[in-house]
């Protein structure tokens, strides 16, 4: 009886799938059942199928913005289809894009650290920024964990206008993120150092290394963070780990791991040292610090004046910040990663690695506590500890390797198990206890995933306003998901069905990820975002979201000696010639090139390249750029247009040609 039940819960999967092409004849049917024998297809395969199956012409109901890892850049992935649509150029050139090849170079050079060019990253957490505190599809902000960097990407072209290096530390975590109205960006240490990262023994290390976050001032209107007005906190030298800003019920709070409360400085393996390896010398203590910060205080205290310039940068140190009570710490599961709030903002979850519970912290319980002072004393460096016990509202035993969390509309919450290689979820109390059928605090079901969870997102599932349809674990390996590619294996995206409540939550979509290592990664509606598909006007310069006025126009190219050893360029470029198309310059001449696309048909984009030199550009229609080199070989070298970009674009060239000095 089961098998044929079965049989027809198949037909009429096939049935269903063939109505969907619009093809309902039992010739249909039967290939479909067919197909689907031969591939050894079950009914849970075909229904994810046409899930996640999208037809040509049909467009994604989500967008995924992806960390990328020690790649350094942002990817941008459809939901459900889970296909790429591109790579967004961040930390580390991009030749497609010409992304820091004669074009973004100064926004590379403003990450330049201790002075030396650095063009890698390592990209975990992207933000989008928020009005109101749901994603508004206007700009997206990304950390470089390795080298302490911020960059900020304008969502109208998906593309990289500034990058920030951290003066104070080296490496950051808890970055980016923003709060509900994207006033600032924040960015907090994590492998804490000396300020500036000036050398000091490790017997120092109580004294003189330091944890911090910063506050980048975020200027709306021109796109960009402004220094003048940003500022940073002290920390004691814990390592900050994950954080997360407060929304409605928490405006104004953010909240902060940490783990390293032991203030352990390892050694393990030099001779005449025997102190633990940092893996067991930063997991010894039964729990470690949850940090509670008040930034819309802390702002106020800046704007008082009352900090210490320290590298040029203004500082509010440990001291002002306990006595102005802008900081307090909480005990939380040792080893913690996650720290997430809930949609109202009323509920904070944690959760630590070495804990198989989420911990789920009452704010109003914390403001009660900070109000009333219900302190259980304080740690070495005088910041006043909240009593664990009157401040924690819950926990729910989710799994072994708990990680991450996000939410659901409907009192669901997610959260990632990287021992278990699963999702749990398990249901919120409060005011949301009553949108499920299930008891509050309590693990409902866990879904299987491929390998190793360790961030998930939901869609939406970190705003005021969760979709509550589709789910993503990011997982660490794929060891035997997709054809081996050699030792270097790809991460694994998984796709899961969040749409049903109740127990059913199915994976529906294997991805691999074989660009980069992502971590973190935040899911919007597609039809927030608001890209252009050509630039406003003929001379666009993309540095400015502006036309520039030294962009060629038709009729206007030339090229002009300026001088002795200065030539200056002016060239458009249209479907499928340069004008000019001979440049002829002196070996020792600096060169300034520059250069517009003139179409205004969607998606006619032309490359231009120039061997030797290291010039690749990618010109939107539109776009104008500029780039500037030293013609110090001679010889005869080709440009072209490096994009498919019509019938003839083999004959989109011209030659520039170094005559050789005397």
């Not at 591109?86 to 201790?114: A, C, K």
């Not at 400085?265 to 008040?294: C, Q, R, W």
């Not at 914390?366 to 002072?373: D, Y």
């Not at 598909?533 to 300026?562: C, F, H, L, M």
Request: aromatic share 12%; glycine share 8%; hydrophobic share 35%.
């Amino acid at each position: 009886m089961r098998l044929k039940a079965l049989q027809s819960k198949f037909l009429l999967t096939a049935a269903f799938i063939a109505i969907g092409t619009g093809n309902t004849n039992a010739q249909s049917i039967n290939e479909v059942q067919k197909i689907a024998n031969e591939r050894g297809l079950s009914t849970a395969d075909l229904l994810a199928a046409a899930k996640t199956y999208t037809p040509t012409g049909m467009k994604d109901e989500y967008v995924i913005f992806s960390s990328g890892g020690h790649s350094g850049q942002v990817f941008v992935i459809g939901v459900p289809s889970m296909r790429i649509l591109r790579t967004i150029g961040v930390f580390t050139p991009e030749s497609w894009q010409g992304w820091g090849y004669g074009v973004g170079n100064e926004i590379l050079d403003e990450g330049n650290v201790s002075g030396r060019e650095n063009r890698w990253g390592d990209t975990h957490h992207p933000a989008l920024s928020e009005t109101n505190g749901d994603y508004d599809g206007e700009w997206l902000f990304i950390n470089d964990k390795s080298n302490a960097r911020i960059a900020v990407i304008d969502l109208r072209d998906f593309e990289t206008k500034q990058i920030i290096k951290n003066p104070l530390f080296i490496n950051d975590h808890g970055g980016a993120f923003v709060p509900p109205n994207t006033e600032y960006i924040f960015e907090t240490a994590q492998y804490n150092v000396p300020w500036g990262a000036d050398h000091a023994p490790m017997s120092d290390y109580k004294d003189n290394f330091r944890g911090a976050v910063t506050m980048w001032k975020f200027d709306r209107k021109k796109g960009r963070i402004d220094k003048a007005k940003s500022f940073a906190i002290e920390l004691p030298p814990y390592w900050q780990d994950i954080a997360d800003a407060g929304k409605l019920a928490s405006d104004g709070y953010f909240f902060l791991n940490s783990i390293n409360t032991e203030l352990a400085t390892g050694g393990f393996g030099v001779e005449g040292e025997k102190n633990p390896p940092f893996e067991a010398g930063v997991s010894m203590n039964a729990t470690d610090y949850l940090h509670i910060i008040d930034w819309k205080k802390a702002e106020k205290v800046f704007e008082a004046g009352k900090y210490t310039m320290i590298k040029d940068f203004p500082v509010i140190s440990l001291k002002d910040a306990v006595s102005e009570g802008l900081l307090h710490l909480t005990p939380e599961p040792r080893s913690p990663h996650g720290v997430d709030v809930s949609p109202k903002g009323d509920f904070v979850v944690v959760s630590g690695k070495l804990d198989p519970h989420t911990t789920i912290y009452s704010v109003e319980k914390i403001k009660k506590a900070i109000a009333n002072k219900t302190f259980s004393g304080q740690d070495e460096y005088g910041v006043p500890v909240l009593d664990f016990d009157s401040v924690m509202e819950a926990q729910v035993e989710v799994g072994l390797g708990p990680l991450h969390t996000q939410f659901g509309p409907d009192g669901y919450a997610y959260t990632s198990l990287f021992l278990d290689s699963a999702v749990a979820r398990w249901t919120l109390g409060g005011d949301y206890g009553k949108l499920n059928p299930e008891p509050d605090w309590t693990l409902v079901q866990k879904t299987p995933v491929h390998y190793n969870i360790g961030h998930l997102g939901a869609a939406e599932g970190d705003t005021v306003d969760p979709d509550g349809k589709y789910l993503v674990a990011y997982n660490k390996w794929s060891v035997d998901r997709f054809v081996q590619t050699g030792p270097l294996m790809p991460q694994n995206f998984q796709l899961l069905d969040i749409s049903e409540q109740g127990t059913e939550m199915p994976v529906i979509y294997d991805m691999p990820m074989g660009i980069g290592e992502p971590h973190y990664a935040q899911i919007i509606k597609a039809d927030k975002l608001k890209s252009w598909s050509v630039y406003p006007e003929i001379g666009w310069d993309p540095t400015i979201q502006a036309v520039n006025p030294w962009a060629p126009r038709p009729k206007s190219e030339r090229i002009e000696r300026k001088g002795e050893h200065e030539v200056e360029i002016f060239m458009t470029s249209v479907r499928s010639h340069f004008t000019p198309e001979h440049v002829t310059v002196k070996q020792g001449d600096k060169v300034t090139w520059h250069i517009t696309n003139t179409e205004r048909a969607i998606d006619a984009t032309h490359g231009f390249s120039i061997p030797v030199y290291n010039i690749t550009l990618s010109l939107e229609a539109g776009e104008y750029a500029k780039f500037e080199f030293v013609a110090d070989t001679p010889g005869t070298f080709p440009f072209y247009c490096t994009e498919f970009c019509s019938a003839l674009h083999l004959e989109m060239m011209g030659y520039l040609m170094v005559e050789p000095a005397e």
